[in-house]
């Protein structure tokens, strides 16, 4: 692919790949969630940003009162590796008790980052509570956390694009690709 970034290694999925995988998200959470009354539908900043845009117009529930909010987290900072410590810079706007929802990521990775907020929004009592993930680097897992929506499993490479950064970087891309090693390692 010639327009690939000259920072990106490979290309991972490409928008079209993404788009058919979200396009196939979406008819299911619209399955899934028929007859629901309320559904919040919750996009973890910043990562989420492009796959919750993407996801919620695959999502058809007229029936339903939708509602978007979001959520700002980090646990990485400028590193490659997850530090455990969850920070959350930005909570959400509404409550979510008795309503069903759906946390939105981009990517688990050690699985710290979503267990953690799981816990925490169970504390909220919604009346159901899941996940739709992007991406999953199954090696990397060191807790168990369920996922019921799932992009792709990814092998252990640093990956960029489509909302995932490096140090801030490379979230415009519109495909998910592998970062050059001379990137980040020095
Ligand atoms: C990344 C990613 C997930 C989390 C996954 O976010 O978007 O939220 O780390 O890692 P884990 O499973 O090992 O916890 P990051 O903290 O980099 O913030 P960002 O979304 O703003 O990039
Ligand atoms: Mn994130
Ligand atoms: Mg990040």
């Given at each position: 692919n010639t327009n690939l970034h000259p920072n990106v290694k490979t290309l991972l999925f490409s928008e079209n790949e993404i788009k058919e995988r979200v396009q196939q998200i979406g008819r299911e959470i619209t399955k899934d969630y028929q007859g629901s009354k309320e559904l919040v539908l919750i996009g973890i900043l910043k990562g989420s940003f492009m796959f919750m845009s993407d996801l919620v117009r695959a999502i058809d529930l007229p029936d339903t009162l939708v509602t978007l909010d979001f959520m700002s987290i980090s646990s990485y900072g400028a590193s490659?590796?997850?530090?455990?410590?969850?920070?959350?810079n930005m909570d959400l706007k509404e409550a979510i008790e008795g309503k069903d929802v759906i946390v939105v990521e981009d990517i688990v990775d050690s699985g710290l980052t979503l267990k953690h907020l799981l816990e925490l929004l169970q504390s909220r009592k919604p009346k159901s509570l899941a996940t739709s993930v992007l991406l999953r680097k199954k090696e990397g897992l060191k807790v168990e956390v369920p996922v019921k929506y799932i992009g792709f499993d990814i092998p252990m490479v640093f990956i960029i694009g489509y909302g995932l950064d490096f140090a801030e970087r490379?979230?415009?891309?519109?495909y998910l690709g592998e970062l050059k090693e001379e990137c980040y390692k020095h």
């Open positions: 490659t590796t997850s530090s455990g410590v969850v920070k959350i490379y979230r415009e891309l519109p």
